[in-house]
């Protein structure tokens, strides 16, 4: 059993808001930024505007979440997923919107390494046919490559 879940509205109360609302406009990176949160149900980052963010390697490494919904996020272009979600054994569902743009990523290896539950159709995403993409779905036979890589 999970032991709660994360939503972008706790981040406005007194003790987390401070940070995130003065940071996330100059955020270039959230690299392992919940990276281990093993105790959280669900990822909920609607309403998340980073503008500025490049780099999301290992932002959601093993966090034992079963639903990660990315859809209200508004990053810029990324260049590194390396690993976003690699580990996380329990993640049956992921929310992607049209705020995150893979369209000029370049590393995008073991992005859903061993997410062995996740039910996830890549194939019509837009990604680059030379981006690193080694053991992009390895251990996660329900994650289907882009078309591109087929």
């Given at each position: 059993?999970?032991?709660?879940?994360l939503s972008?509205?706790?981040?406005?109360?007194?003790?987390?808001?401070q940070?995130?609302?003065?940071?996330?406009?100059?955020?270039?990176?959230?690299?392992?930024?919940f990276?281990?949160?093993?105790?959280?149900?669900?990822?909920?980052l609607?309403?998340?505007?980073a503008?500025?963010v490049?780099?999301?390697?290992?932002m959601?490494?093993?966090?034992?979440?079963?639903?990660?919904?990315?859809?209200?996020?508004?990053?810029?272009?990324?260049?590194?997923?390396?690993?976003?979600?690699?580990?996380?054994?329990?993640?049956?569902?992921?929310?992607?919107?049209?705020?995150?743009?893979?369209s000029s990523?370049?590393?995008?290896?073991?992005?859903f390494?061993?997410?062995?539950?996740?039910?996830?159709?890549?194939?019509?995403?837009?990604?680059?046919a030379?981006?690193?993409h080694?053991?992009?779905?390895?251990?996660?036979?329900?994650?289907?490559?882009p078309?591109v890589?087929?």
């Open positions: 059993m999970h032991g709660g879940d972008l509205s706790r981040l406005h109360e007194p003790n987390y808001g940070f995130v609302q003065r940071q996330t406009p100059e955020l270039v990176t959230v690299g392992g930024m990276e281990r949160c093993g105790n959280l149900g669900s990822i909920n609607d309403g998340w505007n503008p500025k490049t780099s999301c390697w290992f959601l490494y093993g966090t034992a979440a079963e639903a990660i919904d990315l859809s209200g996020v508004t990053f810029g272009k990324i260049d590194s997923a390396q690993s976003l979600f690699s580990d996380n054994y329990s993640l049956k569902s992921v929310k992607f919107g049209a705020g995150i743009d893979f990523t370049t590393k995008m290896h073991t992005m390494y061993y997410c062995g539950k996740l039910q996830l159709d890549c194939s019509e995403w837009n990604v680059r030379d981006a690193e080694s053991d992009f779905n390895e251990g996660a036979p329900g994650v289907i490559l078309e890589w087929q």
